[in-house]
């Protein structure tokens, strides 16, 4: 129990610019104090003390807005950072060196019985507003972005976002590192994916356009030079159609006799 309580104060260290010293670190961090009641309680819990471990749990809640079941089993060097709104469910089950932010949820999905709260790995970060639900497993050194909804297992070093959550990285960075700014958005990524193929569309129906027009012109061009070449040839018609009727005339017309006849 000691070596978790001191590994508890370590992770606020190493993981919290904000930390400025031992006595700030007892006195002023909910997440903290969260994590030492429910030892308290978790210890009752395994002793079957009825009532009792809820009742402080409950009083915990109160006091730093950070629900943990009891039951919940957290290992050393866990890190709540602010915490308030964070739930944590009985059967869940969190590694070493994990960081959960406000909002965090570790629950179920339905009313089943026996192991019903997801198993969290080592070396874990759970950002803001992240819910992760059921009986799943998220492995070591993974990441789930913020307001993301999990409900399917999680490999090692992979890193989920959206809703649901869908892997989009694997193999990467630790997640130690809690640069949530680079974590990829799918939602964003794929407006603008979308935003993509509308410009490349506008662009077709631009020039589908322009040729069209241009086509068009082509083609009133073409129908005026017909028209030219109908009068044209309608002309030709009149003058040849004259011109046999003058051939007519002279063949019919008698014969004008000779002056010496």
Known sequence: MIEKLKADIQAVRDRDPAARGLLEILLAYPGLHSLWIHRITHVLWNMRVPLLPRLISHLNRFLTGIEIHPGARIAGGVFIDHGMGVVIGETAEIGENVTLYQGVT????????????????????????????????????????????????????????????????????????????????????????????????????????????????????????????????????????????????????????????
């Open 106 to 261: 570790l629950g179920g999905t339905g009313k089943e019985k026996g192991k019903r709260h997801p198993t969290i790995g080592r070396n874990v970060v759970i950002a803001a507003g992240a819910k992760v639900l059921g009986p799943i497993r998220v492995g070591d050194n993974a990441r789930v972005g913020a307001g993301a909804v999990v409900i399917r297992d999680v490999p090692p070093d992979c890193t989920v976002v959206g809703i649901p959550g869908k892997v989009v990285a694997r193999g990467g960075r630790r997640v130690i590192d809690l640069h949530h700014e680079d974590i990829p958005d799918p939602v964003q990524e794929a407006l603008e994916s979308l935003e993509g193929r509308l410009n490349r569309l506008e662009r077709y129906l631009i020039e589908t356009q322009e040729e069209l027009e241009r086509t068009r012109d082509e083609l009133e061009r073409t129908e005026a030079e017909l028209r030219r070449a109908e009068e044209e040839l309608a002309h030709t018609e009149i003058e040849l159609k004259r011109a046999e009727e003058e051939l007519a005339r002279l063949e019919m017309a008698p014969p004008v006799p000779d002056e010496e006849g």
